[in-house]
């Protein structure tokens, strides 16, 4: 088994990964295919931590008249039920994890404290990061930059539904160009969509490098991991 390139990674994944075809709720064979990448890649001693969105359950005010506020503090505890369903699927493999939450819920998850967090992951243990940022108004893409810049990780996986960052959707547009590498400048100039705005801008401030891949394939999270050539460099 080839060593593993990073030390330390911040794994980013949607709430609609956690979905699979069945497009809401929790799908239990795709929580398991991509918890048995997780602990190959604990197996390699990379120490890992986890932002998942909330998406399957919960997509903001999309067809519902709602306050802004209320609707993201939904969408918020929706993250909460898919870190849990993760921390369930980890721990059945064996492996021993946390859920921290940006909003104290302290009967099922600890609050998120940087400094256990770290300790967490000293010790070898899965740490998910959920509830975003505790606050409206910020995504789940920021939590994961601004966590990853806590946790000092080395790198940010990207899972996404496409494989890579394009210059147009591939789906729409059969011209799009894929990038193997590309900076954060040209992603905010080009308008790209990796990431929200704001997360991107924080990515190129702390100067955290972003590998984006295709997660219909759970083995990418190992050859990320490994430093194989896949998906598209942002740094």
Not at 184 to 192: C, H, T
Not at 219 to 226: G, L, P
Request: glycine residues 8%.
């Amino acid at each position: 088994m080839s060593e593993a390139k990073y030390k330390r990674v911040l794994l980013k994944l949607s709430g609609e990964v956690m979905a699979g075809e069945q497009k809401q709720g929790v799908n239990a064979k795709v929580v398991d295919e991509i918890c048995d990448k997780i602990k190959e890649v604990v197996d390699l001693g990379v120490e890992i931590a986890i932002v998942v969105g909330g998406g399957n359950f919960w997509r903001g005010r999309d067809g519902h008249h709602m306050e802004r506020n209320t609707a993201d503090y939904m969408g918020m505890l929706a993250t909460v039920m898919n870190a849990l369903a993760l921390q369930d699927a980890l721990e059945a493999k064996g492996l021993y994890s946390r859920v921290q939450t940006a909003l104290k819920i302290e009967e099922v998850a600890e609050p998120f404290i940087q400094r256990k967090a770290m300790k967490h992951l000293r010790k070898g243990r899965v740490v998910i990061f959920a509830a975003g940022l505790g606050h409206p108004y910020f995504t789940t893409d920021t939590a994961a930059v601004l966590r990853a810049t806590e946790i000092d990780a080395d790198i940010i996986l990207l899972g996404k539904a496409i494989d890579a960052v394009y210059s147009a959707d591939p789906k729409i547009d059969k011209n799009a160009q894929k990038f193997d590498k590309i900076s954060y400048l040209d992603v905010l100039n080009k308008d790209l969509k990796v990431m929200d705005s704001t997360a991107t801008a924080l990515c190129k401030d702390n100067n955290i490098p972003l590998l984006v891949f295709g997660i219909s394939d759970p083995e990418n999270i190992v050859r990320a991991v490994k430093g194989e050539k896949i998906g598209t460099i942002v740094k």
